[in-house]
Every structure is written in structure tokens, then in C-alpha cells.
């Protein structure tokens, strides 16, 4: 199954690294962010990636182009230009870059892969969040409810300290943990190609019109996934992933049963 990974907006909010890098190339523990959740996905086989491209598309187009050499060590020969790599990491990904315009929407960036993704059913995400979310059972998921797309919905992570209260006594007391209330877009959608249809330009926002027609028609089902799920919209957010990943703690590195 194809997994397209919406890589090309701007990252505003994370300007501390974006004024030079795009977001996805934001790194956590010395990989992109992008090649963590593209190493989450290979975890579950899921391994023909499709990267919607924008922002600095030519900052992720190198990273992949010297993949290799940027991740292991190599010699030259000066004279024949050959390269010989040493201890090269096994990896057996497909990768496919294309630029979908940098003033592209994420629906737009969608739509733009129409003809790469064909008559097929395929997997969408973001370019900046991780998870822990068995992708196999999202698959599973979509397959037996037979609905045009399903979206993985979890719990967002708590802005302050969060307080269970009884007749006024506080029952627990957690520092900025992951909300048990509520459901949100967590990203990591199955789709079938149909849903294209519904995206009219560079400028629709998928989060909008395509998705709340979607749902308006009954064809939007939700995965709940109670686990991990981190965005990583601030410097904050940054750090705290680092420190997971720094301390050995890093969920989306390992497979969830």
C-alpha cells in the first residue's frame, strides 16, 4: 500500500529550525522527524513511500539523494569519482519526491498525487507527527468496515497539568500528560481514491470540505488509538520528543502488539 506523507508546509510555528530547514527535517535524536515516521510505517511493512513536497522541497530532495553516504561511512577515489560505502544502513525503502507547489494546501498537496496513486487504496500522513499506533490494524480496520476513508483519532496531549477532581479533593495529579477526554485528527488516514474527487484545487484544505463532506456522508470511520501520539508543532514539542528518544523511551521506535 502506498503511504503519502504531506511534507511541504511551512512550519511557522517551529521558526527556530524552519527558517533553514523544512519541518520534516526537523531531527530527533540526529534523523529527520520525517524518516522516524517513515520508520514506523517500515516497522509495520508498510515501505513505498510518496513525499508531497513544498517548502525547501530541495533541503528533503538531497537528504534522500545522498541518503547513503550522509548515513554511513564511505572513501572516494578523487581520480575515478567511484565511492565505496561501509557499514550502510539496511534499509529497503521506495521513496518517490514530488514538489506540489509551495503555496499548496494539504488537500491540494493530495490532489496533486492523484495520477501517482491511482485506483487503489492508500495510507496519508503528516510530515510532522509521531505515533505508536498499530498500523496493521488500522489497515485491517479499514478493510472490514468498507467506508471511504478512516482516520486515526487520539487523545491530545495536555497544554498545563491536568487534575482529577472529586467533591473538591484532587485525586491525581499529572503535569501536562495526555488528555483521557475527547478525540481528535491524529493523522494517519486510509483512503480510498474516490475520495480525491472531492478536492477541487491547490488551495482546498483537507481537513475541510473533503473531510466534512466525508463524514456529512457517513463514509468517515474513526480508529481510536489510545496509545502515544505526538505532534511536533514548538520548540517544546521538539524537545520533549528528543528527551524520549535520548532516554530510550521513544514508543513510535518499536512495534505496538
Keep these: 500500500m502506498k503511504v503519502i506523507i504531506l511534507a511541504g508546509g511551512f512550519g511557522t510555528r517551529l521558526s527556530e529550525y524552519t527558517d533553514v530547514i523544512p519541518k520534516p527535517m526537523v531531527p530527533i535524536g540526529g534523523k529527520p522527524i520525517l524518516w522516524h515516521i517513515m520508520n514506523h510505517f517500515a516497522l509495520y511493512g508498510f515501505k513505498d513511500f510518496y513525499l508531497a513536497l513544498g517548502y525547501k522541497a530541495e533541503v528533503v ?57 491511482g485506483n487503489e487504496t492508500f495510507m496519508v500522513t503528516y510530515g510532522d507527527g509521531l505515533s505508536n499506533v498499530n498500523l496493521q490494524n488500522l489497515q485491517d480496520y479499514h478493510k472490514s468496515h468498507k467506508k471511504m476513508v478512516t482516520v486515526t483519532a487520539v487523545h491530545p496531549g495536555a497544554r498545563f497539568g491536568e487534575l482529577e477532581i472529586h467533591d473538591g479533593s484532587v485525586k491525581s495529579f499529572q503535569e501536562k500528560p495526555q488528555t483521557t477526554q475527547g478525540w481528535i485528527n491524529g493523522g494517519f488516514f486510509v483512503m480510498e481514491p474516490a475520495f480525491l474527487n472531492l478536492i477541487e484545487n491547490d488551495q482546498t484544505i483537507l481537513e475541510k470540505k473533503p473531510l466534512e463532506t466525508v463524514a456529512k456522508n457517513n463514509e468517515l470511520m474513526a480508529f481510536k488509538h489510545d496509545g502515544f501520539w505526538q505532534c511536533m508543532d514548538t520548540k517544546r514539542d521538539k524537545d520533549h520528543l528528543e528527551k524520549l528518544y535520548q532516554d530510550g523511551k521513544a514508543p513510535w521506535t518499536i512495534l505496538n502488539s
Excluded: C
Design 61 to 117: 530532495k538531497e537528504y534522500f539523494l545522498n541518503y547513503r553516504s550522509l548515513n554511513s561511512d564511505f572513501s572516494v577515489n578523487l581520480e575515478t569519482g567511484k565511492i565505496t560505502h561501509y557499514n550502510s544502513p539496511a534499509v529497503d525503502w521506495n521513496v518517490t519526491l514530488v514538489d506540489t507547489g509551495q503555496e499548496s494546501m494539504t488537500g491540494g498537496r493530495l490532489l496533486r498525487m492523484k495520477d501517482i496513486i
